[in-house]
């Protein structure tokens, strides 16, 4: 941290202690080549992801809608609320750390999927019927069919 009066690059921290309600650290700091002491603040960035839709419009993302998406694919499944929270928190630590804070649905429509496929190939198809919008039932057929040849090869494994 550069010393406000002499410009120095180098500063000791003598004290830190939360802000604002811990949303800030505020600490104290000594400057090492003047010895000055100045005060600074840490904020957490806390820049939110925005979900960029088909149509371009632009929304918030919320991890509450995608949990509500995946209830309802999994309706009836044997997945508990815990697993779908943690997938949504998985997906969530994911897209944050991607350098670009808009992502399209798609993207994380793939995410997802790619997660579900693992968990409940049922609830799978369900969710990919509904992201993907299958334009027909060749194209949602084909799909079914990849997946039963992915669980039959995954039977035929030791
Ligand atoms: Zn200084």
């Given at each position: ?30 400057c ?29 993302f ?58 409940d ?23 079914i ?14």
């Open positions: 941290m550069r010393c406000i009066y002499c410009g120095h690059d180098d500063s000791k921290v003598l004290d830190s202690r939360p802000a604002d309600d811990n949303f800030a650290i505020r600490r104290r700091r000594e090492l080549s003047c010895g000055r002491r100045f005060t600074t603040y840490e904020r957490v960035e806390n820049v939110p992801l925005v979900v960029v839709k088909k149509s371009g419009k632009r929304d918030i919320d991890r509450n809608k995608l949990l509500t998406g995946l209830i309802k694919a999994c309706e009836k499944r044997e997945i508990s609320l815990e697993q779908l929270e943690s997938l949504v928190s998985e997906i969530e630590r994911e897209l944050m750390n991607e350098p670009e804070r808009e992502i399209s649905t798609e993207k994380i429509g793939e995410l997802v999927m790619n997660k579900l496929q693992k968990v190939p049922v609830a799978y198809v369900r969710f990919a019927s509904v992201y993907r919008e299958f334009k027909d039932v060749e194209t949602f057929m084909k799909e069919e990849n997946l039963l040849k992915k669980t039959r090869e995954g039977r035929q494994d030791p």
